[in-house]
């Protein structure tokens, strides 16, 4: 059941940000070149902007897995090789595989308390650590009551119906337009769930550490309380209790590679970012200038040394514009080639991929390169997971006839 979809919200200007051109019309299938091509994006001192310091780029098959869909906004591959996809309207679909030419079939799930409107919804997915066993999964959504919340629902054996069992953490801020909703999770490699949030366009939320809004969250996945080891444990504040990061403005992304989490996130006219999380660490987007709640002033820095010494800078920014990124994923497995350990970030604004190459040490981008495979084809793009297949798995999210691609190297 489709959620309803609230209208007469007026569109601000953050929100053209994030709806920028769908780039062209699609196409179930690209081969060709991949010849290495910088994104012309600004990168901290001492990164190369060239992909040729990490050998040559391989060469991508795209091939359309579903499509018909409506912004679809998040992937999980169920054990029996089905792919569950939210959509941000306020629906769930099941796909029949991970193949090219899966049948799609719509899952009847509690929804009616979805509240689509501008970037929120029905938002970022994962299963439960023990789906297997408990049929159960988590999403992120925009809800009716005016928060956006974390929701556990159980799917059928046959995959027809989804249950809603209960609420996993609720009380995330919410922009009356929708506008800076987040919400994408992950995984760490401890096994804790890290949830990147919006600041909503709310002045004060990203450096006020008694918000969830701005914020990328650690929280333990099966009972939504603070796990040992947050950097804030021992507040009396349950928010901040849940907080790994702060000083944000709009997550949409979340990686994990080995025991490294990063976010990506949407600068306002310039500098989207990535960022490698430290625990308790401060990013230094502040738009309230100390407290004012009047103001939303989006000329500040993405990172505000001069208010935050201490700000923690990206590892990488778009420069002097935005490509509006959402979400980030790592490839993995030798037939990536030199792409093996790679980050992937889709680009809604910019209508297309980024593939980031990191050293050693994971805090330095030393290659970008934008696969020619999906210029002027696909649109804007959302959702990024790798399969269990070690196939990236893109969504296009231009409102109508989306699809779910499959990219593997040729």
């Known amino acids: 059941m489709r959620a309803r979809a609230l209208a007469g919200f007026g569109l601000v200007a953050l929100l053209a940000a994030c709806t920028g051109s ?49 912004h679809p906004w998040d992937l999980a591959f169920l054990p029996d090789g089905q792919v569950l996809v939210t959509e941000r309207g306020g629906a769930l679909v099941l796909l029949s595989s991970s193949a090219p030419g899966a049948r799609r079939t719509s899952v009847d799930a509690d929804l009616d308390q979805v509240n689509a409107r501008g970037e929120g919804g029905l938002m970022g997915l994962v299963l439960s650590p023990d789906f297997a066993t408990s049929r159960e999964f988590i999403t992120c959504e925009t809800h009716t009551t005016q928060d956006i919340r974390l929701v556990v629902r159980r799917l059928s054996a046959d995959g027809r119906t989804a249950t809603r069992t209960r609420d996993l953490l609720t009380g995330f801020p919410v922009a009356g337009s929708g506008r800076h909703s987040g919400c994408r999770m992950a995984y760490g490699a401890d096994g804790m769930l890290y949830v990147g949030t919006g600041d909503t366009a709310d002045p004060t939320a990203p450096q006020d550490r008694s918000s969830l809004g701005g914020k990328v969250l650690r929280i333990d996945p099966r009972t939504g309380a603070a796990p040992a080891g947050n950097p804030f444990a021992t507040s009396s504040d349950p928010h901040e209790r849940l907080i790994w990061t702060y000083g944000h403005r709009n997550v949409q992304g979340i990686a994990v590679t080995g025991d490294r989490v990063y976010s990506a996130e949407h600068g306002p006219d310039k500098n989207d970012e990535v960022n490698l999380l430290k625990p308790g660490a401060n990013y230094g987007w502040d738009p309230g200038q100390g407290g004012s709640r009047r103001n939303y002033d989006e000329s500040v820095p993405m990172t505000d040394t001069a208010r935050f010494p201490d700000a923690v800078g990206a590892v990488w920014q778009s420069g002097d514009m935005t490509e509006a990124i959402c979400a980030a994923t790592f490839l993995t497995g030798e037939k ?13 604004k910019g209508a297309k991929l980024l593939v980031l190459q990191f050293d050693p040490s994971g805090s330095r981008v030393t290659g970008t390169t934008v696969p020619p495979e999906f210029a002027d084809k696909y649109g804007r793009l959302r959702a990024a997971r790798v399969g269990p297949d070690g196939a990236l798995y893109v969504t296009t999210s231009n409102g109508s006839d989306d699809k779910v691609l499959r990219v593997v190297p040729s």
Not at 26 to 52: E, I, L, N, R
Not at 336 to 348: D, E, I, K, P, R
């Open 22 to 70: 769908t780039g062209g019309s699609s196409s179930s299938t690209s081969t060709g070149s991949s010849a290495s091509s910088s994104t012309g994006a600004s990168a901290p001192a001492g990164t190369s902007s060239s992909a040729a310091a990490s050998g040559s780029a391989p060469r991508l098959e795209i091939q359309e897995v579903a499509g018909g869909l409506e």
């Open 336 to 348: 990536w080639g030199s792409w093996q350990g790679a980050m992937v970030v889709t680009a809604l």
